[in-house]
């Protein structure tokens, strides 16, 4: 699809513009069209501002809440008994969301034209997740439309809170780290300049500590340009190598095995897709196919790798928990569950428990980690600070003793 930026009057004479994922500026004008639109502009960006579009659509766009939101309010009017279209139009109306809005109409006008749900919110995967398109199509075979979406916003709405949790915990640190970070650039390149030329001229010799920092105040000054492009380029090559094949895979790999973030890296993966698979099993999906979507919301190539392997192992015929253990990746007790819920016939329940007990585990582990954090933060501050200081401190205190004698 390409993007299509759009200049138009509403049906109240409002100019509103925006930018639209279609096929063909064609298709542009059918959308616009149908929702009353008088067209003023059709352009395609150009490569940089398509660029800038993207980065402001990541602070304007849509948000996971209105998407959970959205299921919800479905969810509720069919519940309600209200039919399909009319839940749609009706949810359109309400919606304040310029964008969500155009998107929620171009779904009800492809659901009035015979679509069904699953197809037309399929046509907006950057938006409706794989996951979510696959519950409602599962809803629609069943007739469990309302349960489904209730299940995908209750999903949404843990991810949401894991995110949140992770977030709140990180903010601290990051603020240290950044004050850190201005702290020492201003005594760096503010203050210790000032020094330089009363160290020069009293020709005394100066303490390893101070040859350090006057060196790398030296360095800051006059090569921050040059270190500016090495830590921009090495992000940039970083990047790049993280998500090519070899190194994307060395990169997961040390996620799940370094120290204090690795454990709780791997409980959110490990919790994430024990959750994902219970409600699909639970929904009704097959196993093999809530498989095939859970395996693409996880990131972890590794644990990707090991859910390809436990789908290919049961397509063979073989008992759902051995390619559980050999993967190596999951703990005992999450093979054990898996076990009785196998033997048992209730692996979405197992799934569910397993799920559950990571939720507090995960909440245990990021407040030790932000304990952790926090001492060891404040203590790498002080202890640069106190180097800094004590650098300029030292030569002072020699100068004094040769101005006594």
């Known amino acids: 699809m390409t993007a299509f930026n759009y200049r138009a009057r509403n049906p109240q004479g409002e100019l509103i513009s925006g930018v639209l994922d279609m096929d063909n500026e064609a298709s542009v004008v059918s959308n616009l069209d149908k929702l009353g639109y008088t067209i003023l502009e059709i352009r395609t960006p150009s490569a940089a501002v398509s660029s800038f579009s993207n980065l402001a659509e990541s602070f304007q766009g849509l948000k996971k809440q209105e998407v959970i939101v959205f299921s919800r309010q479905l969810s509720t009017l069919i519940r309600s008994g209200m039919p399909l279209l ?35 919110l399929g046509k907006y995967p950057k938006v409706f997740s794989e996951l979510f398109v696959s519950m409602v199509r599962v809803g629609e075979t069943g007739g469990l ?26 903010t601290y640190p990051i603020v240290l780290v950044g004050l850190s970070f201005l702290i020492v650039n201003f005594i760096l390149v503010g203050v210790l300049p000032k020094f330089v030329m009363v160290f020069k ?19 800051l000054r006059k090569f921050w340009i040059l270190i500016l492009v090495v830590v921009v380029g090495g992000f940039i090559f970083l990047r790049r190598y993280t998500a090519s094949g070899p190194g994307k895979l060395r990169f997961h790999r040390i996620l799940l095995k370094v120290p204090i973030f690795g454990p709780l890296y791997t409980k959110i993966q490990v919790s994430r897709f024990t959750r994902t698979l219970s409600t699909l099993v639970a929904s ?19 644990i990707q790798k090991a859910i390809q392997d436990i ?28 076990a009785i819920g196998e033997k048992s016939g209730s ?27 926090e001492p060891f933060m404040l203590l790498s501050m002080g ?23």
């Not at 979507?293 to 990131?299: D, L």
């Not at 202890?383 to 004698?405: E, H, Q, R, T, Y």
């Open 201 to 219: 001229a009293s020709e005394a010799s100066l303490p390893l500590p101070t040859i350090i920092v006057l060196s790398a105040s030296y360095i």
């Open 284 to 302: 009704g999906v097959p196993i093999l196919q809530a498989l095939a979507v859970v395996e693409k919301t996880i990131s972890n190539v590794l």
């Open 145 to 170: 439309m309302d349960e489904v979406l209730d299940r995908v916003a209750v999903l949404g709405t843990q991810e949401m809170e894991i995110q949140s949790k992770i977030m709140s915990a990180m």
């Open 311 to 338: 789908r290919v192992a049961i397509a063979s015929g073989s008992p759902l928990v051995e390619p559980f253990r050999r993967s190596g990746l999951f703990s005992p007790m999450v093979v054990q569950m898996v």
């Open 383 to 405: 202890l640069m600070v106190a180097f800094i200081a004590l650098s300029v401190l030292l030569p002072i205190f020699n100068l004094m003793k040769v101005f006594k004698g």
């Open 347 to 373: 692996i979405d329940r197992m799934l569910e428990e397993v799920s559950k007990f990571y939720e507090p585990e995960i909440d245990y582990t990021i407040k030790n980690l932000t304990a952790l954090l």
């Open 86 to 120: 009319p839940a749609l139009t009706t949810i359109c109306e309400q919606t304040t969301n310029k964008k969500f809005k155009v998107i929620l109409e171009d779904i009800r006008q492809s659901v009035q034209a015979g679509s069904s749900l699953s197809d037309a």
